[in-house]
């Protein structure tokens, strides 16, 4: 299951605190069988050396103007990457990502195989050079749920 955490409202290097209406940028870094989110601020980010396979930026606002924006950018790095990384395409939110590209029609499904009892499907977007064979998730509701939340979480802004 993914398990990413969500922004702290500190630069995950040197703990500067985010203010209203600072931009800062997210990394998504593989760790393990999951993933790690880095927000940076530009200084650091100058500095920064990680091989994240997605970033975006995020605009710092009051949590009670909270609001999720999908940074499309970052869904089509993290899908390139999973043309050559096999092990990206067993993770949950490489599947997840599949579905909401194809849901606005920018991916599609054209293949659909089992290997060892275990299903996965390509998804294709032929103009971005984009093929990516995923792991369909054994994901009952309450697991659905939690994960839609942790997505929710990684991509807000704090």
């Known amino acids: 299951l993914l398990k990413v955490a969500k922004g702290k409202g500190e ?3 040197c703990a500067k605190g985010f203010k209203d209406g600072d931009v800062c940028t997210s ?26 396979v997605a970033h975006w930026r995020i605009n710092i606002v009051s949590k009670g ?6 940074s499309e950018d970052a869904i089509w790095q993290v899908l390139r990457s999973g043309k050559d990384d ?3 395409g067993e993770k949950p939110l490489t599947f997840i990502l599949c579905l909401m590209m194809a ?18 499907q390509t998804f294709q977007n032929i103009s971005r050079k984009v093929e990516v064979k995923v792991k369909v998730p054994l994901l009952g509701p309450a697991a659905f749920s939690r994960l839609q ?10």
């Open 86 to 88: 096999e092990e990206l």
């Open 65 to 70: 103007k909270k609001k999720v924006v999908l």
């Open 11 to 13: 630069c995950t290097s």
């Open 27 to 52: 990394q998504l870094i593989p760790e393990g069988e999951g993933w790690v989110r880095h927000d940076l601020c530009a200084d650091c980010l100058e500095k920064d050396d990680k091989d994240a």
């Open 103 to 120: 849901r606005k029609r920018k991916l599609r499904m054209v293949k659909v195989s089992k290997v060892k009892g275990q299903e996965y």
């Open 149 to 158: 939340k942790e997505i929710g979480d990684f991509f807000a802004g704090e």
